[in-house]
C-alpha cells in the first residue's frame, strides 16, 4: 500500500522499519537503506520512506537515521514545513562519513583517556550537540512525516521511555520533544556520552535519559507492539530489521576464567559486559519475531571481519571497513533486498 502516512486507519499488511543502535557503525543500515532506495527507483517506487512504512523504530544510532528520514524539510517559500523529508539515506551515509569524527574525534583514542572512561564519560557531548542542533534545528516529534518510535531510558523514574509519534489521542497525551533531544537522550551511551536531561515542549516534565540500547539495542519487538495498537485491524506485519553488524569476538574459557568486575566492563576489553547484553537482546528478539505468527521478519546484518567493532572509531580505515562489510552484505542479500523492494 503506498503513502502509509500517520493515520489511524485499516490496513492489510503493516509496514515496519526498524534501526539497531551501535554508534558509528549506524553507517552500515544507512548503506542498506541508499542500496535500497537505488532498487525502489527502478521498480517505480518513489515515495520517500516515511511514505513506505507505516512505522519507523530507531535506537541510539538508529533514532539518529529514523529521525533523519522522518523529519521535514523547510518549505520553499520559507512558510514552515513541507511533507518533503529533510534528508535521505545517502544524506545519512554521508553525516557519518563526514561528521563522524566530530562526534568522536580520533585523539581521545589513548589509554590515558581510556582511564578517564572509568571515571567520566569519554567525549565531550557538545560537538555531538551541535551536529544534532545543526541537523534538527527546532523540528519537534509530533513534526515527523510518519508514525516513529525512539527508545532511550530514564533514570529518575528507572523505566525505559519510549519517544513516539502515533495517530490519535491519547489520555494522557504522549509527551514532546525536539528531534535533537530525542536523538540525543537515545544516544547517550554510558561511559561514551553524559546522560542528557530534557524537558517536554507540551507537559510539565523532565527526564534524564540515557541510550536505548539498555533494553533494547534492537527495538524491533518494541516497533511491532507499537504497531499492534495503532493498526488493531492488520492482518499481517513486514518488519525491515536493520543491524549494525555482529560481533565476530569470541571470549574463551581461557580468557574470561579469571576476570573481575573491572576486566568485563573495561572500554579496552571492549566493553563485554555491554557488548554481551545487547548482542543478547537483539537475538532474543530476533527468534520472538521469526515465530511469530503473521509476522515476516527481515533481519539484514553483516559480521564485523575486517572492522574494529567499537561503536566509536569513526577513523577513516575503519569507516572504509565498515562500508566495505555492508558492501559484501548488500551482495550476499541480493534476492533479499529485492523482495523487500517488491513488498514495498
Known amino acids: ?77 520559507g512558510s514552515g514545513y513541507c511533507k518533503r523529508p529533510l534528508l535521505n539515506a545517502q544524506d545519512m551515509v554521508n553525516i557519518y562519513e563526514k561528521r563522524g569524527l566530530e562526534i568522536f574525534p580520533r585523539q581521545i583514542f589513548s589509554q590515558l583517556q581510556t582511564m578517564r572512561q572509568a571515571f567520566a564519560g569519554k567525549y565531550d557531548s557538545g560537538n555531538f550537540d551541535k551536529v544534532l542542533l545543526e541537523t534538527f534545528e527546532d523540528r519537534t516529534i509530533s513534526d515527523a512525516l510518519a508514525n516513529i518510535l525512539v527508545t532511550s531510558y530514564d533514570l529518575e523514574s528507572g523505566r525505559p521511555l519510549i519517544i513516539k509519534k502515533r495517530p490519535g489521542l491519547h489520555t494522557p497525551p504522549d509527551p514532546d520533544f525536539f ?83 573491572i576486566d568485563w566492563v573495561l572500554p579496552s576489553n571492549g566493553v563485554p559486559m555491554a557488548m554481551i547484553m545487547s548482542k543478547g537482546q537483539s537475538e532474543s528478539v530476533n527468534y520472538q519475531l521469526q515465530h511469530l505468527p503473521r509476522v515476516d521478519y527481515i533481519r539484514l546484518e553483516p559480521d564485523l571481519t575486517g572492522c574494529n567493532e567499537a561503536m566509536d572509531d569513526a577513523s577513516d580505515k575503519n569507516i572504509a571497513a565498515l562500508k566495505a562489510a555492508a558492501g559484501r552484505l548488500i551482495n550476499q542479500a541480493d534476492s533479499e533486498l529485492d523482495r523487500v523492494a517488491s513488498l514495498l
Request: positive net charge.
Open 179 to 261: 528531534m535533537r533531544d530525542a536523538a540525543r537522550g537515545s544516544s547517550a551511551a554510558p561511559t561514551y556520552f553524559e546522560p542528557v536531561r530534557v524537558r517536554t515542549l507540551n507537559l510539565d516534565e523532565h527526564y534524564t535519559l540515557i541510550d536505548g540500547g539498555m533494553f533494547a539495542n534492537n527495538p524491533a519487538m518494541s516497533a511491532y507492539v507499537e504497531a499492534r495498537k495503532i493498526y488493531p485491524f492488520a492482518t499481517r506485519f513486514t518488519i525491515l530489521s536493520l543491524g549494525t553488524g555482529r560481533s565476530v569476538r569470541q571470549l574463551s574459557y581461557e580468557t574470561v576464567k579469571s576476570w573481575g568486575f
Open 1 to 77: 500500500m503506498a503513502g502509509a502516512g500517520t493515520g489511524r486507519f485499516f490496513v492489510n499488511t503493516v509496514r515496519i522499519l526498524s534501526i539497531d543502535g551501535g554508534g558509528i557503525r549506524g553507517i552500515i543500515p544507512a548503506m542498506i537503506l541508499a542500496e535500497l532506495r537505488q532498487r525502489l527507483d527502478r521498480l517505480r517506487k518513489r515515495q520517500p520512506y516515511c511514505r513506505l512504512f507505516h512505522l519507523l523504530a530507531g535506537t541510539s544510532t538508529g533514532s539518529l537515521i529514523t529521525l533523519g528520514l522522518t523529519a521535514p524539510a523547510k518549505a520553499a517559500d
